[in-house]
């Protein structure tokens, strides 16, 4: 990406303005009419561009559309000679930024890119977070107004107009593919395909062939050639969820496709060259398995290129009533047929919960709530199987796990066991030999145990 599109047919001129430009220290890219200018701004992205409005093979009004349509947010500062001010007030109406008279002052053009620049990144700046934007380029919203979250939004948006690769870090539930995807519809690699690989779900026999392909005949079912993930998404963005899970034969392969951006198949007898940018992701801690010697080292700085911290949602404030909303709104119209809303006493419930299965689990509780409530607005009652969940982890905390692993085991056991039958006799009203029967053990045994633990 350069940072400014010149577009001008007169060679002295385009000459002197480059310099001006450049001596400023900004990148330039050159057009010498509308229809090249037009076919730039289709392929790359610019930071400003700057057009005069008298071109060949069109106008600077089809520069001024071309890059409204690529990209709403650059800004155009058209240059008009003298006696034409008309046009340039009506490229102004058209969504120009500024218009230059000619003949150029180069201080006042400085000014005009500086100023343009900075605005388009002002106007640019957390719009994962707008849903204005999402609509409009089609990438996924993220909602949150926490500080944690904004700091990731804004770490996301800077590492994506780059080729470096990226590792997001945390807990599982966060969010990391919604990240991942934004990085790739912020890059200059959006029109490409974006392949997601869950390493963790592949077995270890398959992880190589799934990654990076195989060749016919290299291991038994191999009937053909098949290109792997990485030749798939050539063009594109690679996403590697649950990278610390990949196998150390596949991490020495990875590194390979990092360092020299060839893969090799399976039963291959020569690279194949790929284009791919990386996006990994995790939620164990790389630099402890890079210790324990489960993880390589030299792979785990080159993926840790930029780093990304998605916070845990216990960490996000009041994002939880934001999302809960939200997500209240989407299922309701996809369940109910309307929006549903959310009571005072739910919302305190929802802020209440620390939530360990993170923005995964708020979204299957609303979804689950939207389902069992009676009304339009989801109340506390709604929640109830939240508040059970929540003292089914309190009572695990109790379980004493002191003494040896065979104690602290058959403690658990029995806790489990007593759970276990004393659900049965609820869910059954009472009645024994059902409950015995739904727990696959005779009569005589569920009445020697209702006994021993005193149900």
Known sequence: MSDVLLVEDKDSLRRALRLTLESAGYSVAEATDAREAAT??????????????????GSGFDVLRAVRRASIETPVIVMTAYGSIDEAV???????????????????????????IEQARLRTENILLREEWAHRYGFPRIIGESEAIKRAVAETQRVARTEATVLLLGESGTGKELFARAVHHLSERRDGPFVAVNCAAIPETLIESELFGHEKGAFTGAH??????????????????????????????????????VVDRVGGRAPVPVDVRIIAATNRDLEGA?????????LYFRLAVFPVEIPPLRERGDDVALLARHFAAKFGREVRGREMDLSDDALRLLRAHRWPGNVREL?????????????????????????RREEEVEDLREIDLSGSLAEAVERAARWVERRKINEALRAHEGNKARAAESLGVSY???????????L
């Open 90 to 116: 009506q490229a102004m109406k058209e969504g120009a930024y500024d218009f230059l008279q000619k003949p150029v002052d180069s201080n006042h053009l400085l000014l005009l890119v500086e100023r343009a």
């Open 40 to 57: 730039k701004v289709e392929r790359t992205r610019h930071r400003v561009v700057l057009t005069d409005l008298r071109l060949p093979c």
């Open 224 to 261: 053909e050639r098949r290109p792997g993930k990485f030749e798939l998404a050539s063009g594109g963005t690679v996403f590697l969820d649950e990278v610390g899970e990949l196998p150390l034969g596949a991490q020495a392969k990875l590194l390979r496709v990092i360092e020299e951006r």
């Open 444 to 454: 005589k045994t569920l009445l020697t145990k209702i006994k021993e633990y005193g």
């Open 290 to 298: 890079v210790a324990c010697g489960e993880f390589r080292g030299d």
């Open 363 to 387: 979204v299957n509780a609303i979804e689950r709530a939207c389902i069992l409530a009676d009304e339009t607005t989801l109340r506390a009652r709604d929640f109830a199987f939240l508040q």
